[in-house]
């Protein structure tokens, strides 16, 4: 098991297949950016199964694939099956923007994906456009719509909340994923990158007593999914809602994961510069003791905690860079 230095067990990679996406969310990608990593840079399907299977080794179970737009990376369903046929991996999923599910949506299901995590930021046409920069709502709506009918399960959909833009369709988004069986994941903006440091911020601790007695919700200990998030349902029993709160009540002291970069980049948090180079052992024909190895050691430097607080301009590199 890879255990760090405050005694947390860290079973949980996400892994970054790109860091390019179609569309530009203000609070992510600079309006204008450039500075993608050259596909050359890139790890290959085979380096990330070389380094996944490591990390099996090392009692990594669960794993998801993130971005950018992950679904932009071609032949991602064939590493997706790749994955799947690792006898040991619990759990596989994927971070989308949604706005193509509509035509893999039945390709992800019949490789194996368990879960989907969808970005969906508001249900307003306008407020969409202005987010992403797209008008895409109708395509992300048809993307959830065929992700539920081929047959996924606990399909999660993840809302920034912005206060001068989606903060009043906060009740509205919920009322839409429990009539479709979606469970609405609220997320604070972090201060990661120039976009996410100059984007206005609310804490979502104190909204949490409304929503619990306008939906009649109470907290639950069941899991869903790997992540940080807390969890309320229904009075029938069906999670509906969960919050992830970095800001106003953070989760550093249950930490379980690591994130590798589309350039091969391990990082030990979001909050933090702590990270370890994987890419030159993978291409100047590393053994996997040596992989092993490295792993270990970049675990070592995994932080208590993140300085978001304390030092919110500290994280210079974009979101889409470190992988979501």
């Known amino acids: ?30 309006k204008g950016y450039k500075d993608f990593e050259a596909p050359d840079d890139w790890l290959s399907f085979d380096e990330v199964m070389r380094i996944i299977r490591i990390f099996v080794k090392l009692g990594t179970r669960r794993f998801r694939l993130t971005g950018g737009e992950p679904l932009i990376r071609k032949n991602l369903t064939e590493l997706i099956g790749s ?11 994927l971070t989308t923007n949604g706005t ?36 895409c709502l109708r395509q992300v709506i048809d993307g959830l719509l065929a992700v539920k009918y081929v047959g996924f399960q606990k399909i999660k959909v ?5 206060p001068d833009k989606n903060l009043n369709e906060i009740d509205y988004m919920l009322q839409f994923c429990i009539q479709q069986g979606f469970i ?14 100059h984007t206005t911020k609310i804490l979502l601790q ?15 200990t069941k899991l869903i999914g790997n992540g940080p998030a807390r969890y309320w349902e229904t009075s029938l029993g069906k999670v ?32 933090q510069d702590n990270c370890f180079a994987l890419k030159p052992l993978l291409r100047n024909h590393g053994s996997d003791e040596q992989l092993k190895h490295a792993i270990k050691k970049a675990v ?25």
């Open 83 to 93: 994955i799947k046929q690792i006898k040991e991996i619990e759990d596989l999923s």
């Open 1 to 30: 098991m890879l255990i760090d230095k405050f005694g947390r067990t860290i079973d949980y990679l996400r892994i970054s297949v790109t860091d390019r996406c179609n569309l530009r969310c203000y609070y992510c990608i600079p």
């Open 158 to 162: 993840n809302m920034v909340v912005l």
């Open 300 to 324: 070592e430097l995994k932080p208590k905690q993140h300085d978001f607080i304390q030092q919110p301009k500290k994280i210079k590199r974009i979101m889409s860079k470190t992988g979501g």
């Open 206 to 220: 104190p909204l949490i007593h409304k929503l619990e007695k306008k939906f009649h919700l109470q907290p639950t």
């Open 184 to 197: 609405l994941c609220l997320i604070e903006v972090m201060p990661i990158g120039e976009t996410g440091q």
């Open 240 to 271: 509906c809602l969960g919050l992830i709160t970095p800001l106003s009540q953070h989760f550093c002291e249950t930490c379980n994961r690591v994130r590798l970069s589309v350039d091969g980049i391990l990082y030990m948090c979001l909050g």
């Open 100 to 135: 193509l599910l509509t035509t893999y949506a039945e390709p992800l299901f019949k490789a194996g994906l368990n879960r989907l995590n969808i970005s969906l930021d508001s249900l307003n046409r306008k407020n969409i456009e202005e987010i992403t920069g797209n008008d």
